[in-house]
């Protein structure tokens, strides 16, 4: 993935990332082509068991009749997990007002997480890993459903119909493009035209990641422009 150095995040920011995101893509090479599936992940970080590695773990399920899990991965496994994403508009830019130089650009959080894939058809690991994804998307609500709300042969039943899949972490890249390259003055513009259209996860992600750093000065945005013209002074 091309990553910038002002879109790199740290190791915390990523795996904050992979602990909280929501559904992602398991995408994998077979003999057949590649293969890809949106399915709901947990994470163990590193330190939480002792196979985590370096990287961590993530765990997810697939139905049994997706063909992706019987088909053995050529190399590494690709999760793409996403975080907040939104369309950003020049006329939220205070140096749209000062040279109009500027074009629309599209702020998004991501992470490519690639490792060894492992396959568990078995219902006692896949019932432990539904357990653990209900648990946490059921967490906060008022009315909150249990795995054991439901009859116990109709759970058996759901758990025979799906396989679990495993993906033991190698690398991890990431990308937090929040406007870094932008002046304190077009991210605060930025943040309020995201406000004002309810985009309150990429306003805040946007928030979070300028408290994080040091902004960008107005003079070094505008040279960032890709149509200013460069100096023809002659160089010292």
Known sequence: MYVPAHFKPDDAQVRELLANHGAADLITVTARGMLATMLPFVYDPPGS?????????????????????????????????????????????????????????????????????????????????????????????????????????????????????????????????????????DVDGAIAGLDSREETAMAEAMRTQHARAPQVPASISRASDPTRRPSRRPAK
């Open 49 to 185: 068991r002792p196979d985590a590695g370096e990287h961590g773990v993530l765990l997810g399920h697939v139905a049994r009749n997706n063909d992706q899990w019987r088909e053995p991965a050529l190399g590494e496994a690709l999760v793409i997990v996403r975080g907040p994403d939104a369309y950003i508009s020049p006329t939220w830019y205070a140096t749209t007002r000062e040279h109009g130089r500027v074009v629309p650009t599209w702020n998004y959080v991501t992470a490519h997480v690639y490792g060894h894939l492992v396959i568990h058809d078995d219902p006692v690991w896949v019932e432990a890993l539904v357990r653990r994804l209900t648990d946490r998307h059921e967490a906060g609500w008022p009315d909150h459903w249990s795995v054991d709300d439901a009859p116990a042969a109709y759970i058996a039943g759901q758990l025979r119909a799906i396989v679990g899949a495993e993906l033991f972490i190698s690398r991890l890249e990431g990308k937090f493009k929040l406007s870094q390259n932008r002046s304190a003055q």
